[in-house]
């Protein structure tokens, strides 16, 4: 009796149990269907309203002559719709695709889980034979359609990967600052022009609304199309660059590590920026394929890398301007100055050597041969405080202010910074020496150095360098130019052309280092450089500007690890301003390489 | 006459409100899947339920004395089973719990359930079997724990939880003592209080602090007890962290479904979103939008709930409620009326399990459980599960026709 007595109430416990989870479901139940129908019900007829995403198209890129360098073209990208593709069709649709079954099977399976009736993307960027054999069999292949995505072209010669920049798919990262701009899967600018034009460039996203029945059939447009809201054309570039000689710059650099820098110097306009080794942007596609990245970011050339603007190197003889500037400014010296050049210069025990015997050597002579006895003598006359002063007012030392992100500051060094890296009191007027002819710890890069000679050219101002001269925009036709900045430096019209003259003989009389640079019809000025580095041989310079009565290009040439600056760069610098002076090469016409886009080391890697 | 009969041997509403909750899952399953692959899940279900039909049959007419006879060496056989599954089984859904045999899935570990509460229910039928004695109650925990470290290795958490639930039920139908039963469930319930957090778990904490203190057991007995709980909620944290990460973050969607709109809290949002949008009356068979256009993952198997919740509203779910309520209710009363203690603890296991997978289950399709993976009885698509919940019912009828023997 006991027994069931027990047994009464352990029942009794579980019906009370029963009880209390009948009533708490009960109760849920209720709340969820009765209380809050109308908040349930909205959300889902929500979800039985497809949003789809219309994506706008880029704006364009021009150069400074309105040619299109960089627009769009359709890209087809082969979906699969998981609940109406069959498995037994992979095999087949890999073979036309050349994909691996295995990542067709793994993304139908993951797209099934998630959302049947949304395609999957398994290819991007397919050719147009792929998409007419998809096309013809499209009987056979059930749930295998395709979208039109755009993706970058570029129609000239002009690869200039570094400047135009590619775009990437928004990261985490990204999303998660703007997350009202961008959402995942979206395309945005990871480099170059793309990058630091991303909101020019970008435009406005449109949305079409579609009602689905319960099917998933597309009904149409929800409420008759009212609500969908267009996109909206990205704005368009219009650059300063000249596509020709960008694409003739990149030409005559192929094969070597180096960079061009040329620009306008009446108003700092980038007329060609041009960085080897590169890579072809035509690859790319608007999401980069991971592989092709990884090998690009692998090679040990580095052609992701910008030479012309990321670059700390030193500048070597192109850099003498600066000490001469200083010390004819500063009435340190003036052109009846001069040193009896003996090859060599004893300071205390050491000796710093010159490449040749010069001679009585005053300022304009010394630029001209480049006379490095000279200048070891002019820095210690001169003194640190004041080289380091007319160095950063002729822009070196701190970044540009180009328009890209891609910039280095280089180096300028200063009494302070010598105190900070050997220690207060523990650097003698003997590590200045090397200063002088633009070796030791002074680096620039080859955008600096074309600022540099352009303000020498324009007696004295400093223009901002600037890649794009005005926007388009689509929406209204209108079109804004960018403003242009300059800065007056605190040099005198007779300091400056005193150096011009030493700059015209360097190119012009008799003696000079950079007669390479010559060119028929227009008179050239210039530096040449010869800069040692501790990685093998020394990096080629030349700076110049033509032509040199009314300058309408200043140019920076660095060829590395190529040897003498007057015999590599001076020529390369050379053709370059004949070819956007002229248009056309006249000296150079048999002899001169041919911009050729197929002229790269990666192809086609996918 | 012949009706007298049947009334004095079958449970007919038993039979019936299984046989309505079978036709209520081919409805939903055959909606769930109406595209594509309706047929192929409608007719293996359909399949499913014959042979499950045909077992159940040959379980109510087997004489429960013989089946108490085998129970250990069915145990024995479906562990074996359960091992051979880990070693040759196919990974479904991250999980190694299944054996393919001519395309037909096969899940042991719905198999072993069975056995287990049989095997159990042997045990514990046995007079000298004393819960108050540690022994027995280790002994009694080591049927459960052997089917379930190895379904833990698969690792498949939802139904190791399931037979510990159905354990602590059948262990209290037993007659466990109050204080043996706050040893087992205290520190389980400190384990899940660390999880919400510090405030949470000082109220457990204290609670069986005050309850230790009221049942007035051995001093020392009462200590360890309490300092287990306090190391169980303390380690837990840790443990957590050993888990698959989907199952982690499972758990924290589960605190906080929002904050993970598109990942691990879709499916509880979509859950209630199907449910919630049915309303009163439902929006009619085929007709919900949510079921339709799949915007709950796999639904055919752990969220079939929605599916009626959806297309038949209030009353639908409402009806499928009270069935399942019904169902329990008789199988308490069996438990509760057979003579022999052998049939009233099977009895007790198959209404336990019934109701722990039923309560997480639609639990959890309404928002207020944790997601995991457990099927919902008679409604969610699957052979193996179907089959294993036929053949309980019909374990059940058996109890009942033969309640009157000692």
Redesign the interface.
């Known amino acids: 009796m006991d027994e069931n007595l027990?047994?009464?109430k352990?029942?009794n416990?579980?019906?009370i149990?029963?009880v209390l989870?009948?009533v708490?479901?009960?109760g849920?139940?209720?709340q969820?269907?009765?209380l809050?129908?109308d908040?349930?019900?909205k959300?889902?007829?929500e979800?039985?309203i497809r949003q789809i995403v219309r994506d706008p198209l880029r704006g364009n890129i021009y150069d400074r002559n309105g040619k299109l360098i960089v627009d769009n073209r359709p890209s087809y990208t082969v979906t699969i719709t998981p609940?109406?593709f069959h498995t037994q069709t992979i095999p087949y649709l890999s073979d036309i695709l050349s994909l691996d079954p295995e990542l067709i099977l793994e993304r139908f399976k993951k797209g099934k889980?998630?959302?049947?009736?949304t395609p999957i993307k398994i290819k991007r960027d397919i050719d147009f034979r792929t998409l007419s054999i998809l096309e013809e069999n499209r009987g056979k292949l059930a749930g295998v359609d395709y979208l039109i995505e755009t993706k970058r072209f570029y129609p000239t010669d002009a690869r200039a990967p570094h400047l135009f920049g590619y775009t990437n798919e928004v990261s985490d990262l990204q999303l998660s600052e703007m997350p009202d701009e961008y959402r995942l899967g979206d395309v945005i600018g990871a480099t170059g022009l793309e990058a630091r034009y991303e909101r020019v460039l970008r435009g406005r996203k449109g949305f079409d609304f579609i009602t689905?029945n319960?099917?998933?059939q597309m009904l149409g447009p929800f409420n008759e199309g009212r609500s969908d809201i267009q996109s909206r054309e990205g704005n368009d570039l219009f650059l300063a660059l000249d596509a020709d000689l960008q694409a003739f710059a990149e030409s005559l650099l192929n094969g070597k590590q180096g960079a061009i820098v040329a620009i306008d110097p009446q108003d700092g306009g980038v007329l060609a920026l041009a960085s080897k080794p590169d890579f072809d942007l035509s690859l790319f596609g608007s999401v980069t394929p991971h592989d092709l990245w990884s090998a690009l970011n692998n090679d040990p050339s580095k052609p992701l890398f910008n030479r012309a603007t990321m670059t700390r190197y030193p500048p070597g003889s192109t850099f003498k301007m600066v000490l001469a500037t200083s010390a004819l400014q500063e009435g340190v010296i003036n052109t009846s100055w001069s040193i009896n050049c003996k090859g060599a210069f004893q300071f205390g025990n050491k000796v710093f050597k010159d490449l040749h015997v010069h001679g009585p050597t005053n300022i304009v002579e010394a630029i001209q041969r480049s006379c490095n006895v000279f200048f070891y003598q002019l820095m210690l006359k001169n003194g640190f405080e004041r080289w380091t002063r007319y160095g950063k007012e002729l822009g070196f030392g701190s970044p540009t202010g180009i328009d890209l992100f891609e910039e280095n500051s280089g180096l300028l060094p200063s009494g302070e910074f010598f105190d900070r890296i050997y220690g207060e009191g523990k650097w003698t007027e003997g590590y200045l020496i090397s200063l002088a002819i633009g070796q030791g710890e002074v680096g620039v890069s080859p955008l600096q150095m074309a600022c540099h000679v352009a303000t020498f050219s324009n007696n004295g101002i400093y223009y901002t360098p600037r890649v794009v001269q005005k926007i388009l925009e689509k929406e209204t036709g209108a079109s804004h130019s960018l403003p242009i900045q300059a800065r007056k430096l605190n040099i005198s019209p007779h300091t400056l052309s005193i150096i011009r003259d030493g700059m015209y003989r360097c190119v012009n009389v008799l003696g000079g280092t950079g007669s390479a640079a010559k060119i028929q019809g227009v008179t050239v000025a210039g530096k040449t450089g010869t800069a040692q580095n501790p990685h093998g041989k020394d990096h080629s310079w030349f700076i110049g500007f033509a032509p040199f009565e009314r300058p309408q290009i200043a140019i920076c040439v660095l060829i590395e690890n190529a040897g003498f600056g007057g015999a590599i760069a001076a020529p390369i610098a050379g053709l370059c301003m004949e070819k956007y002076l002229f248009r056309s090469l006249l000296q150079y016409k048999e002899a001169a390489p041919i911009a050729n886009k197929e002229n790269t080391s990666l192809k086609n890697i996918q | 006459m012949m009706d007298n009969w049947i009334k004095e041997n079958f449970d007919i509403t038993t039979l019936l409100v299984v046989l309505s909750l079978i036709l209520m899952g081919f409805t939903a399953v055959y909606s769930a899947t109406y595209d594509a692959g309706a047929s192929t899940f409608f007719h293996r279900q359909l399949f499913f339920a014959g042979i499950g039909v045909i077992i159940m049959v040959l379980t109510v007419i087997i004489p429960f004395r013989t089946l108490q006879l085998f129970s250990y060496p069915l145990y024995g056989i479906s562990l074996i089973i359960l091992v051979m599954v880990l070693f040759t089984g196919k990974v479904i859904a991250g999980s190694k719990s299944w054996f393919g045999i001519q395309g037909l899935g096969l899940q042991p570990s719905e198999i072993v359930k069975v056995t287990t509460i049989l095997a159990l229910a042997s045990y514990l039928s046995n007079p000298r079997i004393n819960l108050s004695k540690l022994k027995y109650l280790l002994t009694s925990f080591i049927f459960v724990l052997i089917p379930v470290s190895l379904i833990l290795l698969q690792p498949d958490v939802g139904t190791a939880l399931i037979y510990l639930g159905t354990l602590l039920l059948v262990l209290y139908w037993a007659g466990i003592s109050k204080f043996a039963l706050l040893t087992l469930l205290a520190p389980a319930a400190s384990a899940v209080a660390a999880l919400f957090g510090i405030t949470a778990f000082a109220i457990v904490i204290a609670a069986t602090l005050i309850i230790l203190f009221l049942l007035r057991e051995n001093r020392l007995l009462s200590a360890i007890v309490f300092s287990i709980t306090v190391v169980v909620g303390v380690s837990v944290q840790f443990i957590f962290s050993r888990f698959e990460p989907y199952q982690q973050k499972r758990i924290l969607t589960f605190l906080n479904p929002d904050a993970d709109p598109l990942g691990a809290g879709y499916n509880v949002i979509q859950s209630k979103i199907a449910i919630g949008s049915g309303g009163f009356f439902g929006k009619g068979y085929l007709q919900g939008s949510q079921t339709q256009l799949n915007f709950i993952p796999a639904q055919w198997t752990d969220f079939i709930f929605c599916v009626p919740g959806e297309e038949f509203g209030f009353v639908g779910a409402l009806i499928i409620l009270l069935f399942f309520v019904i169902l329990l209710y008789r199988g308490i009363k069996i438990a509760s009326i057979v003579k022999n203690r052998y049939a009233s603890l099977v009895a007790i296991g198959i209404v336990s399990s019934y109701a722990v997978h039923i309560t997480i289950n639609i639990g959890m399709s309404m928002g207020i459980m944790p997601v995991i993976g457990v099927p919902l009885p008679f409604l969610s698509y699957g052979g193996s599960n179907l089959i294993t919940n036929i053949t309980m019912a019909g374990l059940l009828l058996n109890m009942y026709v033969n309640r009157k023997e000692y």
């Open positions: 027990e047994i009464t352990r029942r416990t579980f019906y149990g029963l989870l009948f708490v479901f009960l849920r139940l209720a969820l269907q009765l809050y129908q908040v349930y019900g959300k889902s007829e979800n039985s609940a109406e889980l998630y959302n049947r009736f689905v319960a099917r998933g």
